[in-house]
């Protein structure tokens, strides 16, 4: 078709007619006039492709038959697809004002780049879909027909995934959000008060870049679910991630250039689930003043932390044997709340503060072991709440003795922990307490020396024979109390070393109590007999 005189509209009927408009024939850069009408008059499809794809664009286009998109084009107006309509190829179609599909017509080809809006109730599934416009909906659904989202790029800074009662918007491949693009998960729907939010199943990767934002604050439960990776690092999120869930089921990303751009609050839950191989997190710039989760949930049995990591809400796990959180270097979690069991802290600390916008709840702590600490001078759980809380917590080890300055817990605060089951038995004077905090049922060390304890009793033995005696002290809890007993036998039927080796005599009979063993004014005694 020629491009040096406009015509209001072009019917090609032709087999693999090719639009090639040059950039000698640009018509001074302006938008062509005509509104291109693919026809099906063969079974061969019409070749489109511009080769200067910078200035020239189509009005329209309605597609009737089959057309093969091969470069770049747009159209500054509408494309409308009839149910014969077919648009394929390795171009990329940019559509400045909506797409229009009918029943049972095809769109895609490689990438179609939306400016207005979606409406496609037939087959649409091209590479990758671009939202560009100023203010756009992604839809679940159109009529009766799904879209099929594979990658998606949002260049929009407003695009909408609307609370239509909880339908599902499947993505098989990635989702970029760029540029100052922003993805709002649960805007409203004015047709549909009161509705859940459609969720978002991503198979592939999740990234925002340059401004890029991902807003979930809307009350009617926002939810995402990835599969692959996420890197957060396009622009500031703060007030952003307020409400609703994702779910993350491989590694996470915080990165520059914002130093927010992954900052939630306690009302929005991040949640790692069960995953093949350890979830990998990562934070360029984790605190409360920068980059943070809400609610941290791990229901993955093992993750490794590659920083700091901070949680506005809650530190909570879910219901598995056992969940390890750890790392190669000395990283820190510090959380406002929580609710966990049967975590294992490996060279990871735990800190938990009120301080901020968390809830600062403690529905139930147990089971939690400390193990391979690397930074030793340091408290390895670190409690600091101003107001009383008062708990109980169960089960917790702590597997790497302190040194210097160091801690098995810290308190800064008012609030009274009381250890049960507690591993080791003392806290060897391992706790810094501050702001009237204390630890009960956990002391430093055993009690004063209340009984010794001298095995074997009775001891039987030939004339001249010998037999090594032990002494244990305990306090009286049992405790055990390290001594350095003297030994003595009271009878004349042998005798004993200063290590508690003895030797029978030569006399035949039953000597009750005769062997002692004696430290400071506590003594034990065993019984010898001598047959």
């Known amino acids: ?116 809006v979606l409406s496609d109730t037939g087959y649409f599934s091209p590479d990758t879909t671009l939202f560009s416009g100023a203010s756009q909906t992604m839809p679940s659904h159109v009529g009766g027909n799904s879209p099929y989202y594979n990658n998606v790029v949002v260049n929009s800074p407003a695009l909408g995934v609307l609370a239509e009662d909880g339908n599902v918007i499947d993505i098989s491949g990635s989702l970029f959000i760029q540029n100052s693009g922003q993805l709002r998960i649960g805007a409203p729907d004015p047709t549909c008060t009161g ?201 917790f080890s702590f597997l790497t003795t302190p040194t210097g300055a160091g801690s098995y817990i810290k308190i800064v605060g008012p609030d009274t922990l009381t250890m049960t089951s507690v591993t080791p038995t003392f806290n060897g004077g391992f706790l810094s307490l501050s702001g009237l905090g204390a630890v009960v049922n956990w002391p430093a060390g055993p009690g004063p020396l209340a009984t010794i304890t001298v095995t074997p009793n009775p001891a039987t033995l030939v004339i001249s024979a010998t037999q090594q005696f032990t002494a244990v002290g305990t306090d009286a809890s049992g405790n055990v109390v390290a001594i350095t007993p003297t030994w003595s036998v009271v009878a004349s039927v042998g005798t004993i070393s200063s290590t508690g080796l003895f030797t029978a005599g030569t006399t035949s009979g039953t000597f009750t109590n005769t062997v002692t063993a004696t430290s400071g004014a506590i003594s034990g005694t065993a019984t010898v007999v001598i047959p």
């Open 1 to 116: 078709m020629r491009t040096s005189s406009p015509r209001a509209s072009a019917t090609v009927g032709r087999p693999n007619v090719r639009f090639n408009v040059t950039p000698g024939a640009r018509l001074g850069g302006r938008t062509l006039a005509a509104s291109i009408i693919v026809q099906p008059y063969s079974a061969s499809a019409v070749l489109v492709a511009f080769a200067d794809t910078t200035g020239n664009q189509f009005a329209n286009v309605r597609v009737v038959g089959s057309a093969q998109w091969q470069t770049y084009a747009r159209a500054a107006g509408n494309v409308q697809v009839d149910t014969t309509g077919d648009i394929e190829g390795s171009g990329h179609l940019a559509i400045a004002g909506n797409l229009v599909a009918s029943y049972n017509s095809t769109v895609q080809p490689e990438a179609v780049e939306l400016f207005g």
């Open 195 to 395: 509705c859940n939010s459609d969720d978002i199943y991503l198979y592939g990767a999740l990234e925002t870049h340059g401004s890029g934002t991902l807003r979930m604050n809307d009350t009617n439960q926002p939810y995402v679910i990835v599969y692959g990776n996420a890197l957060f690092a396009g622009g500031s999120s703060t007030g952003l991630l307020t409400q609703g869930e994702i779910d993350f089921y491989a590694n996470f990303t915080q990165s520059s250039p914002s130093t927010t751009s992954y900052a939630a609050t306690a009302t929005h839950e991040s949640y790692f689930g069960v995953s093949s191989t350890p979830t990998i997190v990562t934070f360029a710039t984790p605190g409360y003043a920068s980059s943070h989760f809400g609610t941290l949930y791990f229901g993955d049995t093992s993750t490794v932390l590659m920083s700091d990591v901070f949680a506005d809400g809650q530190l909570q796990t879910g219901g598995a044997s056992s969940f390890r959180i750890s790392s190669a270097l000395d990283h820190l979690v510090t959380s406002r709340g929580a609710n966990l069991r049967n975590v294992v802290f490996d060279n990871v600390r735990w800190e938990t503060t009120d301080v901020g916008s968390g809830s600062g709840t403690f529905p139930s702590i147990d089971s939690v072991t400390f193990q391979n600490i690397v930074n030793t001078t340091a408290p390895q759980f670190d409690f600091e709440y101003p107001v009383t809380t008062n708990l109980t917590l169960a089960g």
